[in-house]
């Protein structure tokens, strides 16, 4: 496992959570970051993206407006802040880092991925 989320649990429709993504052994800023999730049955799905350096970010349609991807350089984290959850939030979520994709939404693009937090969302 070359990154490690956490910060996922229980919490009320409404609530707000904070993910964390680090890596122990590879510098964040220097790879592009995203957050995927996947719900019980269903395919991965991706959540969010932020670019190395500087990065620009980038949100799927379903949490635009919800969710704040961010990084915090001398940390070397990245984080998922998400407010306004809703029930259809919860899954697993995981992020994943490379140097470069071709297609920010493919899973299958990233070749570093994290252990997966759990995020439940009562209604």
């Known amino acids: 496992v070359q990154l490690q989320a956490s910060g996922g649990g229980l919490v009320q429709t409404g609530g707000s959570l904070r993910l964390s993504c680090t890596a122990p052994?590879?510098?964040?800023?220097?790879?592009?970051i995203s957050w995927f999730r996947q719900a019980p049955g269903k395919e991965r799905e991706w959540v969010s993206y932020?670019?190395?350096?500087?990065?620009?970010?980038y949100y799927s349609n379903s949490v635009k407006g919800r969710f704040t991807i961010s990084k915090d350089s001398a940390k070397n984290t990245v984080y998922l802040h998400m407010n306004s959850l809703k029930p259809d939030d919860t899954a697993v979520y995981f992020c994943?880092?490379?140097?470069?994709?071709?297609?920010?939404?493919?899973?299958?693009?990233?070749?570093?991925w994290g252990q997966g937090t759990q995020v439940t969302v009562s209604s």
């Open positions: 994943a880092a490379d140097s470069s994709v071709s297609v920010m939404e493919s899973w299958s693009e990233y070749d570093y």
């Open positions: 932020i670019g190395s350096g500087n990065g620009a970010t």
């Open positions: 052994r590879f510098t964040l800023d220097d790879h592009i």
